[in-house]
């Protein structure tokens, strides 16, 4: 494949397409991790990796992500990842529910990539991060 040079930088580029719409032979496992970034005013730009099968959030010292929000329950929600890399929210709140794109928890959800997460006080984004371990 024939590379050209970028004005910017003047270096060499290609580009590779992927023509038959496979995905790529890797040497490796892919990991996908959520992490959740804060976008309100308490802890903005603030990221959490869900490293864990089930991660809580809420006000208690026991949850995994402990936050100083007063519209918080003490524990507020779950997210948990799937065996499949999928990702869920539950929420667990009695009197503050949490919501998804403005769309309120009612049962565990599915949460994806860029959702906006609102649990009390504090606006989540979600995202996705990939990692490819060598077998």
Known sequence: MPSKKTKKTGRNVSTVVNQDHRRPASSGILNRRGVLVILSHNKFGRAYVLKKPVTTIGRSDKCDIVLEDPMLSRVHCTITVDETGLFYI???????????NSHEVKKKSMIHYADRIVTGETIFRFFLEEAVEKE
């Open 90 to 100: 539950e929420d667990k709140s009695p009197t503050n529910p949490s919501f998804i």
